[in-house]
């Protein structure tokens, strides 16, 4: 069964602190692998990844796939309040993409 | 363009009620996601809608759970009867086609369900 752990549960920084956050994957045949950020309600896409090395930046938010190490890490520099979410990470079933296994996500509060 | 709407939003109601939980999802979206996280656990996959069809319901718990999409357009997901683990947030998700890679999956807000 596919499988994803995140660490770590949760976070309390400051703002302007940098934060990494990791999820590790057990899945069968590698497909991708999901980011997502849920602040309120939706959990709403930030990131897809499918090869090892190559980052993915928008903005603040930058993330980063290791294929060998079968784990990725989600990077926030200059953090802001409005960055305090969930942060989910899911890979898509080894059958079909449209199943999607999630971790327990990262609770990420940034005060003031 | 409307994203993925469900209702009610939140949801109270007694051990051995029945409650029925509406999606719609993203106009010409065929296909539609029910997901669940109860409490202290993540995200899970309930099933799978094409259309009207059911692709895949591997994810649903145990026969109190009835998932219909009369017509292809919404779904609703009936509980009955609801017991307290049942208490928790129920997603509805939906894409156009059945995605590749799965980012093209958009969720709704959620569902809130608690079973006292």
């Known amino acids: 069964e596919d499988k994803v752990v995140q660490s770590p549960l949760s976070l309390v920084v400051h703002e302007g602190d940098t934060v990494t956050l990791n999820c590790s994957y057990e899945?069968?045949?590698?497909?991708?692998l999901l980011w997502y950020k849920q602040e309120k309600k939706a959990p709403t896409f930030l990131f897809m990844l499918?090869?090892?090395?190559i980052e993915k930046k928008s903005g603040r938010l930058s993330s980063i796939l290791d294929k060998k190490e079968l784990s990725s890490i989600l990077n926030i520099t200059a953090t802001q309040t409005g960055d305090s979410a969930i942060y989910l990470c899911a890979v898509p079933n080894t059958g079909t993409a449209s199943k999607l296994t999630f971790g327990t996500g990262t609770r990420l509060q940034v005060t003031l | 363009e409307a994203g993925v709407t469900q209702f009610p939003s939140h949801s109270v109601i007694e051990k051995g009620q029945t409650v029925t939980l509406r999606c719609d999802p993203i106009s010409g979206h065929d296909n539609l996601y029910w997901y669940r996280r109860v409490m202290g656990k993540e995200i899970k996959f309930l099933l799978h809608f094409v259309k009207e069809s059911k692709q895949d319901e591997s994810g649903m718990p145990n026969n109190r759970f009835l998932a219909e999409r009369t017509g292809g357009t919404y779904s609703t997901l009936k509980v009955q009867p609801a017991e307290l683990e049942d208490s928790g947030v129920y997603f509805c998700?939906?894409?156009?086609?059945?995605?590749?890679?799965?980012?093209?999956?958009?969720f709704g807000e959620g569902s809130w369900l608690t079973v006292v």
């Open positions: 899945v069968t045949n590698f497909r991708s």
């Open positions: 998700a939906s894409s156009q086609e059945v995605p590749l890679y799965g980012n093209t999956i958009y």
């Open positions: 499918t090869s090892s090395g």
